[in-house]
């Protein structure tokens, strides 16, 4: 990648030793929080004069913190030898297993970044990649005041942490606003401790919403408010005072603030630091369904008014199977609220009870279906993970070309070539005409296609006979469900 090209990363701990730190991977949910008693000022919504009496009454809330942890000692007086080497094993065994004298010298490594209290009595958010792998945690607040910190939980997926100091006094704090009220535009203010230089405060406004950087549940406000390594983790308040982003990541080709910042929703953050004040860990509901968006190309191909909802591309064993779903459906309301697309069906379900029953209703072959699906939870199905078997078919041994693909029925002889599965059915995608269709919209070589038309296909014939019913009823696309590497996704192809 070219130098000058921008590129995501941390904000946060602007480090006292050098530490590698993992690329940006931001993600969320959170909690509403008691109204802080910090929270009561009113600011004027218009362009305000200034910020200094929303700085004084706030900041007391706003902290720095450390993290330390003991890392091997760099060493540039190790013996090493070209891999493969006759020398190899001898110097491994020498210099221990990963590379190191058994007896060499540790250090201990130092990060700063940022955070905020949101209780009198010791709770404080920052990012969770502030604080991974430290074996200690001080936060520092505004009045110099130093704490040891616990985790109490975080959440990879959201990039948040909660945290806990034990205060004789009770701590000044803020309260979560509403992210979902802020519009482009709106004045924010960025508070935290940049490149290490202590308390500093930074004003822009919103250059827009519902970013997505890496994360399932990502819903970033993105802002010219300078945010700079050592920020992540600190607040983004509106012009009341409230919070409603939590600093995480910037675009930037050096590290430094270019005015493209990342901060994640508070409603997003407020939810999940609920569940980990609660539970220690996150609980988020699953319906157990793979989905997509609903294109207009999918759309006309299905025969659906407007583009919008989720639609399901595979049913595995879980809540949704047990309810009815079926691969094909349209999922265009949860929970009684309209689904507009698969991200808004995705935020939704992890929000909803886990347990209860819930509302669905879904689209299939052009009719209303009212479903009532029991949530199971997200984090024992990613435990329980396991990849599903099946049976052998026989199949065809001629291929075909169709819509541009050169197809043949699928045999379990192909799974190693393929890096498909022993049992599944369907039609292997042989090669692809590169001036195609079916090219431009990244069909490749080895997918499987297991539907067409909504209907499984297993033979040349099935798919033949799909194409032939498509153009019979009027229809300028054919939909297929095609597999890449395991994973699900429909494709409409032209007709024409």
């Known amino acids: 990648m070219p130098a000058t090209y921008p590129v995501l990363q941390h904000p946060a701990p602007q480090a006292a030793k050098p530490q590698s730190r993992r690329p940006l991977m931001a993600l969320g949910l959170g909690l509403a929080l008691a109204l802080s008693p910090m929270a009561g000022a009113s600011f004027a919504q218009s362009v305000p004069p200034s910020f200094a009496d929303l700085v004084e009454k706030f900041s007391p809330a706003v902290v720095d913190i450390t993290t330390s942890s003991i890392v091997a000692a760099q060493s540039g007086g190790q013996m090493q030898v070209p891999p493969g080497s006759p020398f190899e094993k001898f110097f491994k065994d020498f210099n221990g297993q990963n590379g190191q004298s058994p007896d060499q010298p540790m250090e201990k490594s130092e990060a700063l970044g940022s955070g905020y209290i949101i209780s009198a009595d010791g709770y404080i958010v920052t990012n969770n990649h502030v604080i991974e792998g430290a074996d200690d945690i001080e936060v520092e607040t505004f009045g110099h005041k130093t704490f040891k910190a616990k985790v109490v939980g975080r959440d990879l997926k959201t990039d948040v942490a909660l945290l806990k100091v034990d205060s004789p006094d009770a701590l000044p704090f803020v309260s979560f606003g509403d992210s979902d009220k802020m519009r482009v535009g709106d004045w924010v203010v960025a508070m935290g401790n940049p490149l290490g230089q202590g308390f500093s405060v930074s004003a822009g406004i919103v250059s827009a919403r ?5 994360g399932t549940y990502d819903d ?95 049913v595995p064993d879980g809540p949704g199977k047990d309810a009815g779903i079926l691969s094909g459906d349209v999922i265009v309301t949860f929970n009684g609220k309209d689904v507009a697309d698969s991200k808004a069906l995705v935020r939704a379900v992890a929000d909803a009870p886990i347990g209860e029953m819930v509302k669905v209703v879904v689209l299939r072959q052009g009719k209303s279906v009212d479903l009532d699906v029991k949530l199971g939870r997200r984090e024992e199905a990613e435990a329980q993970a396991d990849p599903e078997g099946g049976k052998a078919t026989p199949a065809e041994p001629q291929s075909s070309v169709i819509l541009g693909l050169t197809l043949q029925p699928y045999t379990d002889e192909m799974a190693a070539d393929l890096g498909l599965q022993p049992g599944d059915k369907g039609l292997v995608v042989m090669d692809v005409d590169v001036a195609s269709e079916a090219y431009t919209k990244g069909l490749r070589q080895g997918d499987l296609i297991t539907e067409a038309g909504q209907q499984k296909v297993a033979t040349l014939k099935d798919i033949q006979d799909r194409v032939a019913e498509a153009k019979d009823a009027g229809r300028k696309s054919l939909l297929l469900l095609v597999r890449t590497q395991g994973d699900p996704r429909f494709v409409a192809l032209s007709l024409e």
């Open 220 to 314: 970033f406000l993105q802002t010219d408010a300078a945010i700079n390594k050592g920020n992540s983790g600190g607040p983004l308040f509106n012009v009341n005072g409230e919070v409603i982003g939590m600093n995480t990541a910037i675009l930037s080709p050096s590290g430094g603030s270019i005015g493209i910042g990342f901060s994640m929703a508070s409603n997003v953050v407020s939810k999940v630091v609920d569940q980990l004040k609660q539970f220690g860990e996150t609980r988020r509901g699953w319906l157990g369904v793979r989905i997509q968006d609903v294109s207009q190309d999918v759309a006309d191909a299905m025969g659906l008014a407007d583009a919008k909802g989720a639609l399901v591309t595979d």
């Open 210 to 214: 519902g970013r997505e950087l890496s």
